[in-house]
């Protein structure tokens, strides 16, 4: 399931969704970034979406290909090094 807007809600949200819901697979949309996604991922998502923080509209306007190259990959090195912190 969807849920948008994430920004708003929050991680918490989803582990309080998943104590009457445990089977529900959620995905935060809206407002996640390189530096809450992996919060939402720990919370109970089973998935994050990346938007325009990894890919904005004047980005793709511009051809800006190495621009949202490395957007792509600061936002999936944050979400690794948030995991392995979690993990230690």
């Known amino acids: 399931?969807?849920?948008f807007p994430a920004r708003t809600?929050?991680?918490a949200y989803f582990k309080?969704?998943?104590?009457?819901f445990p089977d529900a697979r959620l995905v935060p949309s809206g407002g996640v970034n390189a530096g809450n996604?992996?919060?939402f991922l720990a919370?109970?998502?089973?998935?994050?979406?990346a938007g325009t923080d990894v890919v904005p509209p004047a980005s793709v306007a511009a051809a800006q290909w190495d621009d949202i190259t490395?957007?792509?990959?600061?936002?999936?090195?944050?979400i690794s090094?948030?995991?392995?912190?979690?993990?230690?």
């Not at 309080?16 to 009457?20: I, K, N, T, V």
């Not at 090094?81 to 230690?88: L, M, T």
């Open 70 to 78: 490395v957007r792509a990959q600061t936002f999936v090195a944050a």
């Open 43 to 49: 919370s109970g998502a089973v998935a994050v979406t």
């Open 37 to 39: 996604a992996a919060q």
């Open 16 to 20: 309080d969704l998943l104590g009457p």
């Open 9 to 11: 809600v929050g991680p």
């Open 1 to 3: 399931m969807k849920i």
């Open 81 to 88: 090094a948030d995991i392995k912190e979690g993990s230690s």
